[in-house]
Structures are given as C-alpha cells and as structure tokens.
C-alpha cells in the first residue's frame, strides 16, 4: 500500500470537511 496515497486521501477528507486548502496544509 502507498502511504502517500493514503495519507492523500486523509488529507483530501480533512481539506473538505474543515474546508483548507492546500496552502493551509503544509506540514
């Protein structure tokens, strides 16, 4: 399985359920 995909789509799901965007999500 690929981490990054993962953690992608983890990101994806919190970027539109607390509505950030990708600037706001560097770390």
Request: aromatic share 4%; hydrophobic share 35%; charged share 35%.
């Amino acid at each position: 399985m690929d981490m990054r995909k993962l953690v992608g789509r983890n990101f994806a799901r919190l970027r539109q359920e607390k509505g950030l965007t990708q600037e706001d999500v560097q770390t």
